[in-house]
Antibody, heavy 118, light 108 residues
Framework: DVHLVESGGGLVKPGGSLRLSCVAS????????MNWVRQAPGKGLEWIAY????????YYADSVEGRFTISRDHATNSLFLEMNSLRADDTALYYC???????????WGQGTLVTVSS | DIQMTQSPSSLSASVGDRVTITCQAS??????LNWYQHKPGKVPRLLIR???KLESGVPSRFVGSGSGTTFTFTITSLQPEDIATYYC??????????FGPGTKVDLK
């Protein structure tokens, strides 16, 4: 079974930083692209970052470009999201999601909650 | 940027009803559209890819159609376990993705 387990969420002050992790199991991690998708309280889903299987290609939503960095480590089957200059509107449940065919996400973790508040 | 709209934003229907959700793109996206189901407290689930292709293991009562700018998602006979929020997602500019605002489906 495919498993994705996120961690690293928490309460952080505006302007602060946080690093999210997602550990993958049940599939060949290095063969799949990965994504981060978030859901703010009471809001819909928002895709925020993509990394190709090799890590060579990376894309961001405009809302996080320049502040967030996605990366991956094949030795530990881990996906990361480094978040800097956090704002109140970054408060959300952050999901890691496996990509397939470059055009969709077919497996999701349970999410980790990030709260940005003073 | 391509904008996505969904209608209605919410609906109430009875078990056995036919439920239809429309997703509109601000420009032609061919068939570059997926549909996801998101139940409260659960993770999102891919139901339909490429506008009309049913994902493996998804019940056949879920049907997607359309191309260009207008897409339709239909539940042909609503079941109690279908209560969820449904999102369209366009990938015309993949691997950047845009989700629609969602349609919340409740039982009447």
């Amino acid at each position: 079974d495919v498993h994705l387990v996120e961690s690293g969420g928490g309460l952080v002050k505006p302007g602060g930083s946080l690093r999210l992790s997602c550990v993958a199991s049940g599939f060949t991690f290095s063969s799949y692209s990965m994504n981060w998708v978030r859901q703010a309280p009471g809001k819909g889903l928002e895709w925020i970052a993509y990394i190709s299987s090799s890590g060579r290609y990376i894309y961001y939503a405009d809302s996080v470009e320049g502040r967030f960095t996605i990366s991956r480590d094949h030795a530990t089957n881990s996906l990361f999201l480094e978040m800097n200059s956090l704002r109140a509107d970054d408060t959300a449940l952050y999901y890691c999601a496996r990509g397939r065919l470059v055009t969709l996400q077919d497996a999701w973790g349970q999410g980790t909650l990030v709260t940005v508040s003073s | 940027d391509i904008q996505m709209t969904q209608s209605p934003s919410s609906l109430s229907a009875s078990v056995g009803d036919r439920v239809t959700i429309t997703c509109q793109a601000s420009q032609d996206i061919s068939s570059s559209l997926n549909w996801y189901q998101h139940k409260p407290g659960k993770v999102p689930r891919l139901l339909i890819r490429d506008a009309s292709k049913l994902e493996s293991g998804v019940p056949s009562r879920f049907v997607g159609s359309g191309s260009g700018t207008t897409f339709t998602f239909t539940i042909t006979s609503l079941q109690p376990e279908d209560i969820a929020t449904y999102y369209c997602q366009q990938y015309d500019n993949h691997p950047r993705f845009i989700f629609g605002p969602g349609t919340k489906v409740d039982l009447k």
